[in-house]
């Protein structure tokens, strides 16, 4: 019994020996499942975002030039004065007192600029008739030219009084924001450095300070040597604004300066624009962001985030190959821009890229085409 079972096993071995022949192999796996997008290089304009501050474009102090009680504050603490508005009254009697007497003595050394002149002609008249002396006529001629200098001198004297007298009426030298008044009214002021009565900017333009910093900027030129940034002619930037609560301002500026060097403070390139504010919504000492438009990437290849995977050699990206299998790449990206990575090298156009399942892709997979992303279309 025990040879007849053993005969009877051997029997079954060799008829499933012979059923799993040579020529059977195990089932190839099925084609993986993958949606895809051609490369098209192009031209893609780009944004850069900086965090910034308003500034006002011109701050003017308003300070005491003469000396005297504070006798009247005409403004609104924080309102918007225009150029020629009054902001202070100075006590004018005392200067008007001054610039009377002033005048009073200028018309009198003009009488005697006309007395000695007449002297002189008529000394003149009768030194032709031999009836004075040379040395009268002389005398005449030096009396006139003192009586001369002494105008001028009163002159000078009669401006400044009056110049004094106009100080008394202090008025705002441009459109701007007023700030409160340093010192109260009937107070007594004086020239100098404790005499600052207010403060007025100007918002209309505005300015924005904001900087980049050296890496930035060393990455940038680093683009645009090798040709994968441009920026416009003449660091000529549009300049949007995007207030704190999103919105964006609807004027654009321009960049007005920017620092030849870098702050050894700050380690960055300061850079200011100018922004129309006519209906003066920004006033200074905002946070905002800038956005610097203008520049561009040419022939630039982009690809959506998704596609991009990391390996322990770096990035890289599934390419569709011949016959359908899928071709790891390795890929050098560039910047973010929005959802997509720029590829600085390792692409070219007309490849495609796996995009959609591409989490199931291995080198040399099989792939099935499901659909077609279609070609990445650079951004208007």
């Not at 202090?170 to 924001?177: C, E, F």
């Not at 990437?297 to 599934?318: C, D, H, N, S």
């Not at 929005?338 to 390792?346: H, K, L, P, S």
Request: charged residues 25%; hydrophobic residues 45%; contains cysteine.
């Amino acid at each position: 019994m025990r040879d007849a079972w053993i005969s009877k096993a051997g029997l079954l071995a060799a008829a499933l020996l012979a059923a799993c022949g040579p020529g059977q192999q195990a089932a190839a796996p099925a084609p993986v499942e993958v949606t895809v997008q051609a490369v098209s290089p192009g031209d893609v304009p780009v944004a850069f975002l900086y965090a910034a501050q308003t500034e006002s474009s011109r701050l003017v102090e308003i300070r005491a030039q003469v000396e005297g009680y504070l006798e009247k504050k005409f403004f609104s603490e924080g309102g918007i004065v225009r150029e020629g508005d009054p902001l202070f009254r100075i006590d004018p009697r005392p200067l008007q007192a001054v610039a009377d007497g002033a005048a009073a003595a200028l018309a009198e050394k003009e009488n005697g600029l006309a007395k000695t002149r007449r002297t002189r002609e008529r000394l003149q008249a009768l030194l032709a008739e031999n009836a004075v002396s040379q040395k009268d006529v002389e005398d005449a001629v030096a009396a006139e030219q003192a009586a001369a200098a002494a105008l001028a001198m009163s002159r000078a004297e009669h401006t400044k009084a009056t110049m004094n007298l106009s100080y008394a009426y202090i008025k705002s030298p441009l459109k701007g924001l007023v700030s409160r008044a340093n010192i109260a009214e009937g107070s007594y002021v004086t020239p100098g450095a404790a005499s600052l009565l207010t403060t007025v900017a100007q918002v209309d333009p505005i300015w924005v300070n904001f900087s980049t910093s050296e890496n930035e900027w060393l990455r940038f030129n680093d683009d645009i040597l090798g040709g994968r940034l441009r920026f416009p002619e003449n660091f000529d930037f549009d300049v949007e604004m995007v207030l704190g609560d999103g919105r964006t301002l609807s004027t654009r500026g321009k960049i007005n300066f920017a620092a030849p060097s870098v702050d050894a403070r700050t380690g960055a390139y300061a850079i200011r624009a100018s922004f129309p504010n006519p209906d003066l919504i920004v006033r200074p000492g905002q946070f905002v962001r800038v956005r610097l438009l203008g520049a561009w990437r040419p022939g630039a290849i982009l690809v959506p985030q998704r596609a991009v995977m990391q390996g322990e050699a770096g990035k890289f990206v599934y390419v569709v190959g011949a016959g359908d299998r899928a071709e790891r790449r390795p890929v050098e990206v560039g910047d973010w821009h929005e959802d997509q990575w720029f590829i600085n090298a390792g692409l070219k156009g007309g490849e495609r890229i796996v995009v959609g399942g591409v989490v199931k892709v291995q080198p040399g997979s099989a792939l099935r085409v499901a659909g077609d992303a279609g070609a990445a279309e650079p951004p208007k």
